[in-house]
C-alpha cells in the first residue's frame, strides 16, 4: 500500500532538497483526487550528487528500484551512468516515488520558488503552490490533470476572500 507520508518522512529526515509536486500535492491541497505515487521535483542531476547521495541514505533500506528501466535496477549511489540522474523513477517498500529535475513549467528552481513550507512531524518540507500547481496540470492537459486543475480552481476561489 502507498505511504507517501513516510517517503515524505524519510526524504526530510535525511535533509533532501524536494518540492512535492503532482497528484499528492493536489491532495495536499484538497483535491479529492486519489494518486497511487509521490512526485517531486529535486536537484537530481549528475552535478547534484550531494542531493542525490541523501535520496539514497533516505531510501536504501526501502529496496529502491529504477522502474521505468527494462530491467528494474537498484537505486545505487553514486549513479553508474547519466541515466540513473535526472528523472528518477522508483518503486520502493513505501510506494512509488517519481523524482523529477523539472516539472513542466520549470526547473527545481522554479518549483522552489513557487512553492510554501508545510508542516509535517518530521519537519518541513516544500509544496507547489496551488496556482502554480493549476498551471502545470493544465500544461500536461492530460485528460486526468485537466481534471485536477478544474477542482483546485473551485478550491482556490471557495477559500479566496471576496473582492471589495
Same mark, same amino acid.
Given at each position: 500500500m502507498p505511504e507517501p507520508g513516510k517517503l /515524505?518522512?524519510?526524504l526530510i529526515e535525511h535533509d533532501v532538497e524536494f518540492v512535492v509536486v503532482g497528484g499528492y500535492a493536489a491532495t495536499i491541497h484538497g483535491a479529492s483526487y486519489v494518486t497511487f505515487d509521490l512526485d517531486v521535483c529535486a536537484p537530481c542531476?549528475?552535478?547534484d /550528487? +550531494?542531493? &542525490?547521495?541523501?535520496?539514497?541514505?533516505a531510501l536504501v533500506d526501502l529496496h529502491p528500484l529504477h522502474r521505468m528501466s #527494462?530491467? +528494474?535496477?537498484?537505486? !545505487?549511489? #553514486?549513479?553508474r551512468n547519466a541515466e540513473e540522474t535526472g528523472n528518477i523513477y522508483l518503486r520502493t517498500d513505501l510506494g512509488? &516515488?517519481? !523524482? &523529477?529535475?523539472?516539472i513542466e513549467l520549470g526547473d527545481y528552481g522554479f518549483a522552489r +520558488?513557487?512553492?510554501l513550507p508545510v508542516r509535517h512531524a518530521s519537519g518541513e518540507y516544500r509544496l507547489l503552490d496551488c496556482?502554480? &500547481?493549476i498551471r502545470s496540470k493544465e500544461t500536461t492537459a492530460r485528460p486526468k490533470d485537466l481534471l485536477v486543475a478544474e477542482q483546485l480552481r473551485a478550491i482556490l476561489e471557495a477559500t479566496q476572500p471576496p473582492h471589495p
Open positions: /515524505i518522512a524519510r542531476s549528475v552535478g /550528487i +550531494e542531493n &542525490l547521495r541523501k535520496l539514497h541514505a #527494462p530491467f +528494474e535496477r537498484t537505486f !545505487v549511489f #553514486p549513479p512509488q &516515488l517519481d !523524482v &523529477l529535475g523539472c +520558488e513557487h512553492s496556482r502554480t &500547481l
